[in-house]
């Protein structure tokens, strides 16, 4: 794998993890004093994690020399407004874009992981990395789908599918 395709890659790592913080964040804003405390505990230990998920990314982006997206004053708003929008639909809609995002970032990770260790790339901290936080966006998105994520309205998963995979290919190249 070229440098320049490992830098892409690992932006938009960085991005979505910059992303899914905010769309926590967002839901947190509008669900705090709403929710349930079990609701809200919930979201904010999904929020933790991105926050780790992140940190992570940072520390590789610096040690690597490699900027993050040029894209990432319109996640921060843009991550926020999703969150917030499908909190205000009501907690099934917060939890399906949850179910959502975290399904195409797992598939991400896992495909991501795959073609590093397919074009010999020899760094096992990377990889395991990569393969932990698939695990755990996994983790998240079967804990919103038992928390009533198909009570969203219909075609709210795959709208934000689209929108996380449009995300991720522009933080990609830019």
Same mark, same amino acid.
């Given at each position: 794998?070229?440098?320049?395709?490992?830098?892409?890659?690992?932006?938009?790592?960085?991005?979505?993890?910059?992303?899914?913080?905010?769309?926590? $964040?967002?839901?947190?804003?509008?669900?705090?004093?709403?929710?349930?405390?079990?609701?809200?505990?919930?979201?904010?230990?999904?929020?933790?994690?991105?926050?780790? @998920?992140?940190? *992570?990314?940072?520390?590789?982006?610096?040690?690597?020399?490699?900027?993050?997206?040029?894209?990432?004053?319109?996640?921060?708003?843009?991550?926020? #407004?999703?969150?917030?929008?499908?909190?205000?639909?009501?907690?099934?809609?917060?939890?399906?874009?949850?179910?959502?995002?975290?399904?195409?970032?797992?598939? @991400?990770?896992?495909?991501?992981?795959?073609?590093?260790?397919?074009?010999?790339?020899?760094?096992? $901290?990377?990889? /395991?990395? #990569?393969?932990?936080?698939?695990? $755990?966006?996994? *983790?998240?998105?079967?804990?919103?789908?038992?928390?009533?994520?198909?009570?969203?309205?219909?075609?709210?998963?795959?709208?934000?599918?689209?929108?996380?995979?449009?995300?991720?290919?522009? /933080?990609?190249?830019?």
């Amino acid at each position: 794998m070229s440098r320049r395709a490992l830098e892409r890659a690992l932006r938009v790592d960085h991005a979505g993890e910059y992303g899914a913080r905010r769309i926590y $964040e967002g839901q947190l804003a509008v669900l705090e004093g709403r929710a349930s405390e079990e609701v809200v505990a919930a979201l904010r230990g999904m929020l933790a994690q991105e926050g780790e @998920h992140l940190a *992570a990314f940072e520390e590789i982006l610096r040690a690597r020399g490699v900027r993050p997206t040029a894209l990432q004053p319109f996640w921060h708003a843009g991550g926020w #407004l999703l969150g917030a929008a499908t909190a205000a639909l009501g907690e099934g809609a917060a939890f399906a874009c949850t179910v959502a995002v975290e399904e195409v970032i797992e598939g @991400h990770y896992r495909g991501q992981a795959a073609a590093l260790r397919e074009a010999g790339v020899d760094d096992e $901290e990377l990889l /395991s990395r #990569l393969e932990r936080f698939a695990d $755990e966006e996994a *983790a998240h998105g079967e804990e919103a789908a038992g928390r009533g994520a198909e009570t969203a309205p219909p075609g709210l998963e795959a709208l934000v599918r689209g929108v996380t995979r449009l995300a991720i290919g522009l /933080s990609e190249r830019v």
